[in-house]
């Protein structure tokens, strides 16, 4: 028997506003992007919403905070996984969500605080 997941909410992070809700066959975690009515997001966080139903929880909703994806030729390889960034600069997070400690909006083409990893 194949369980059915319950309606996913697409939220973005900032401004925080409801993008609507879907639903996914899947399980979206932190990191991965996902299309939403023709744009890309990448997932942030993901929250499960339950409900006390019949003397017993139930998963009722989930909520997926997402941010918008940054432009691919925004990203670098390193070797197992794309990260958000230039990856030669010493203030890069080497993450899939954040960019980086000092200009985490990007771009990191032409940024003032560039500097080179050791």
């Known amino acids: 028997m194949e369980q059915t997941l319950p309606?996913?909410?697409?939220?973005?992070?900032?401004?925080?506003r409801s993008l609507g809700?879907?639903?996914l066959d899947w399980m979206p975690q932190p990191g991965v992007q996902v299309t939403h009515e023709g744009e890309l997001?990448?997932?942030?966080?993901?929250r499960?919403?339950?409900q006390f139903t019949?003397?017993?929880y139930q998963l009722h909703k989930i909520d997926v905070y997402v941010q918008v994806a940054g432009a691919s030729q925004d990203?670098?390889?390193?070797?197992?996984?794309?990260?958000?960034?230039?990856?030669?600069?010493?203030?890069?997070?080497q993450s899939e969500i954040v960019r980086c400690a000092v200009n985490p909006a990007g771009p990191c083409n032409g940024c003032s605080h560039y500097w080179v990893r050791q």
């Open 48 to 50: 499960h919403r339950y």
């Open 41 to 46: 997001y990448t997932v942030l966080e993901r």
């Open 54 to 56: 019949a003397n017993r």
């Open 21 to 23: 809700q879907v639903q």
């Open 7 to 16: 309606p996913t909410e697409l939220i973005l992070n900032s401004p925080r």
């Open 75 to 93: 990203k670098s390889w390193t070797g197992d996984r794309w990260v958000m960034g230039d990856i030669t600069c010493q203030y890069n997070a």
